[in-house]
Antibody, heavy 119, light 113 residues
Framework: QLVQPATEVRKPGASVKVSCTASGYNFNDYYLHWVRQAPGQGLEWMGRINTATGGTEYEEKFQARIAMTRDTSVSAAYLDLSALTSADTAIYYCARGGRLYTRGGFDVWGQGTMVSVSS | DIVLTQTPLSLSVTPGQPASMSCKSS???????????LFWYLQKTGQSPQLLIY???NRLSGVPDRFSGSGSGTDFTLEISRVEAEDVGIYYCMQGKQIPPFTFGPGTKVNIK
């Protein structure tokens, strides 16, 4: 399973770091993805991290202000998003992707972290 | 980026009746490795999405066999043979052929009549 904090609240211009802690499988064997969902909207892929190497791939629109990292010692991944605006208010999900170097679907999801950006 | 279009956007179904929804891609999802990277997810209200179908037609373990996926190239279909009340939610297709980015369709909302 993947465990995330329930909520984070930030002011515009601030940054947020969302954690995702994995258990029940070998963390280093699978990609870890981040997907967000604005209120009443669809799913938006943000990027993924190769948990073995730390290599990342990001959706282009987030490139300038996103960072994904992981700590294999605690089987955790992190999403760092900076320069927040109200448009970043959304539920942020982490999801397990396919085994490394495959294109598998996202078969395990965290319960989501609601990030609210408001002054 | 590959764009996915889903139809209909909303579907109202009588329990026990079949349901069908479409996902069309702006490009073929057939990869050079011979696999077609089209996935289906269901998001129930207030829950995280769950993977139902991978690579067009393969049900994830535990997914009821009333769900079936089909299609090739750019046109794909998810069918529910006999809709049950627990099938209510939004169904999303997703492509993994041309990445980054993985892209999702806008979703088809299924409700019960």
């Amino acid at each position: 399973q993947l465990v995330q904090p329930a909520t984070e609240v930030r002011k515009p211009g601030a940054s947020v770091k969302v954690s995702c802690t994995a258990s029940g499988y070998n963390f280093n064997d699978y990609y870890l993805h981040w997907v967000r969902q604005a209120p009443g909207q669809g799913l938006e892929w943000m990027g993924r991290i190769n948990t073995a190497t730390g290599g990342t791939e990001y959706e282009e629109k987030f490139q300038a202000r996103i960072a994904m990292t992981r700590d294999t010692s605690v089987s955790a991944a992190y999403l760092d998003l900076s320069a927040l605006t109200s448009a970043d208010t959304a539920i942020y999900y982490c999801a397990r992707g396919g085994r490394l170097y495959t294109r598998g679907g996202f078969d395990v999801w965290g319960q989501g972290t609601m990030v609210s950006v408001s002054s | 980026d590959i764009v996915l279009t889903q139809t209909p956007l909303s579907l109202s179904v009588t329990p026990g009746q079949p349901a069908s929804m479409s996902c069309k891609s702006s490009q073929s999802l057939l990869h050079s490795d011979g696999r077609t990277y089209l996935f289906w997810y269901l998001q129930k209200t207030g829950q995280s999405p769950q993977l139902l179908i991978y690579e067009v037609s393969n049900r994830l373990s535990g997914v009821p066999d009333r769900f079936s996926g089909s299609g090739s190239g750019t046109d794909f279909t998810l069918e529910i043979s006999r809709v049950e009340a627990e099938d209510v939610g939004i169904y999303y297709c997703m492509q993994g052929k041309q990445i980054p980015p993985f892209t999702f369709g806008p979703g088809t909302k299924v409700n019960i009549k």
